[in-house]
Nanobody
Framework: QVQLVESGGGLVQAGGSLRLSCEASGRTFRYHAVGWFRQAPGKEREFVAAISESSGSTVYDDSVKGRFTISRDNAKNTVALQMDSLKPEDTAVYYC???????????????????WGKGTLVTVSS
């Protein structure tokens, strides 16, 4: 398993932008599909976006499509989530998750993730 650490969260006004980063340890990270999830207070963890090992495929939840962009740099063992046009309903703890050799569609659910980070808090004020 890889170890994942998220960073980049913070407080931003509605309409603003934030860039989250997920840094991984281990030489096998490049073989992991990676997803971003979020969990708002009192709600279940939900899928946001995912990217395949080679960056050849990305998927997004409809709620963030056109506003968020996921990317990765395997040379640096990082995956980024660029979040633009943020809304108050985007407020949540954002988690990075990864699964070895997994089809990107399979990690759209929590059960498809093998390794999790501890999360970073994003707060969007109205």
């Amino acid at each position: 398993q890889v170890q994942l650490v998220e960073s980049g969260g913070g407080l931003v006004q509605a309409g603003g932008s934030l860039r989250l980063s997920c840094e991984a340890s281990g030489r096998t990270f490049r073989y992991h599909a990676v997803g971003w999830f979020r969990q708002a207070p009192g709600k279940e963890r939900e899928f946001v976006a995912a990217i395949s090992e080679s960056s050849g495929s990305t998927v997004y939840d409809d709620s963030v499509k056109g506003r968020f962009t996921i990317s990765r740099d395997n040379a640096k063992n990082t995956v980024a989530l660029q979040m633009d046009s943020l809304k108050p309903e985007d407020t949540a703890v954002y988690y990075c998750g990864a699964s070895l050799l997994a089809p990107v569609q399979s990690i759209r659910v929590v059960a498809g993730i093998n390794s999790w980070g501890k999360g970073t808090l994003v707060t969007v004020s109205s």
